[in-house]
């Protein structure tokens, strides 16, 4: 089999004209604003460079990858010979110029073929070198460079009976368009997974508002808090429905939430008995805001954004309690299904000022199904505390049981500590 290929990139250059013109004139007064204005000289430059073959590819090649004398278009000719067969080679895009630029469109043609039409012998791909799919607004800034990478291969798996009657040739065309950068420029997300991903990778996915072509509801991470310890937190949640718009309603349960898998530590909600203010005006509130906040690595609470938090309020107040918090506690809702059968609305007055996380949601959390919200503190499975206090009573705050079952809980009892948080 004999493969042709030629590979065309083109770039679309940009012209920038800046006017400047000052002069104005009212009735009898003649205004005069006299100064100098100095712009430096700008420079398009988007170009290819330092072309790499990979080990391994074939070396039956009529033309090796050549850069022509403008630095922007790259053609290549090889044959693969039996499947199995590759040939790969890396290409550096470099912005030498003062401009930002972004890729305005990406096009990609095999013989004018679409994708579904391809023979399944041939395999091509042009990525960035770790695999990301080179996409449309991906910003390319002034004295940086991405490198791609090609791959053509005569594939392995397939039967006899898809191999080709006679000799193929197909010509290869990719095309990322450069523009000067606008708003629309976005940066290239180099997501693994959440596990493995720093955190500021975390939050750019975060922002894309799709972080679910990314990762997935329960996946999980690592964080080493120093004299906390290491503990496990969890995606618990991804989406915004409309109902997060609604006013008054709290953002604990609304975009990227992550929520402790486990328990950080024992703690009491307040030392003497009231529910006066209710998480408000709790100490375990300043202790997680404080102790628990500033345990955390740097580079996570540096884009922890700040969450309105609505929560009930106890039987000496009659308004539920607003606060703005990094850190959180979750509320009985935002685990549990509630509906009118529930008498959770008799205990809890803002019940109904939030809603259920995605994680809780997904594994189907009802007053009578909520065994996957055990946690351990270390080996042990603990009881943890939520912020709802209950409203009927003076110090009772609602706390998830060792065995799955929520309850009221006296504030001075030690109970565990399983915050969460929001990225944005």
């Not at 401009?99 to 791909?125: F, H, Q």
């Not at 990778?201 to 808090?225: F, H, P, R």
């Amino acid at each position: 089999m004999r493969i042709n290929k030629k590979d065309k990139i083109l770039f679309l250059l940009v012209s920038i004209f800046i006017f400047m013109g000052i002069g104005y004139a009212y009735l009898n007064t003649n205004l005069s604003i006299t100064g100098i204005s100095n712009i430096n000289s700008a420079k398009w430059d988007v170009h290819f460079e330092n072309i790499q073959v990979s080990t391994g590819s074939v070396t039956t090649v009529e033309q090796e990858p050549t850069i022509d004398t403008n630095k922007t278009n790259i053609t290549y000719n090889v044959t693969l010979n039996k499947p199995g067969d590759y040939y790969e080679f890396t290409v550096d895009v470099k912005n030498g110029g003062t401009i930002d630029a972004m890729i305005e469109s990406v096009t990609s043609t095999i013989n004018n073929l679409s994708p579904g039409e391809l023979p399944s012998y041939l395999k091509y791909s042009a990525t960035y070198i770790d695999g990301i799919k080179i996409e449309n607004n991906h910003i390319l800034k002034s004295g940086e460079k991405e490198t791609y990478k090609v791959r053509l291969e005569y594939n392995a798996d397939i039967t006899p009976e898809e191999l080709p009657k006679t000799e193929e040739s197909y010509e290869i065309s990719f095309n990322p368009n450069f523009i000067q950068k606008t708003s629309a420029a976005k940066p290239i997300i180099r997501s693994v997974s959440f596990s493995a991903d720093s955190w500021d990778t975390i939050k750019q996915v975060a922002q894309t508002g799709n972080a679910s072509n990314y990762y997935n509801i329960g996946d999980t991470k690592e964080i080493d808090m120093g004299e906390l310890g290491t503990h496990t937190v969890r995606i618990a949640n991804m989406s915004t429905p409309s109902e997060c718009s609604t006013e008054g309603f709290s953002q604990t349960a609304c975009g990227f939430v992550i929520e402790f898998a486990d328990i950080i530590d024992m703690k009491k909600m307040n030392s003497i008995e009231t529910g006066v203010g209710g998480w408000r005006d709790s100490e375990l509130r300043n202790y997680i805001s404080t102790t628990v906040y500033n345990s955390l690595p740097g580079e996570l609470q540096d884009i922890i954004i700040n969450t309105n938090v609505i929560s009930g309020h106890n039987r000496a107040e009659t308004s539920n309690i607003i606060t703005n918090d990094k850190l959180y506690l979750l509320s009985v809702t935002e685990i549990k299904k509630i509906d009118n059968s529930s008498n959770i609305p008799n205990y809890d007055s803002a019940w109904d000022s939030t809603r259920q996380l995605d994680y809780y949601k997904n594994n189907n959390v009802t007053e009578s199904n909520i065994a996957v919200c055990i946690k351990k503190n270390g080996t042990y499975e603990e009881r943890w505390w939520l912020r709802t206090v209950y409203k009927n009573n003076d110090y009772y705050f609602f706390a998830i049981n060792h065995n799955g079952i929520n309850l009221e809980r006296s504030c001075i009892y030690e109970t565990g500590v399983s915050p969460a948080f929001r990225i944005g």
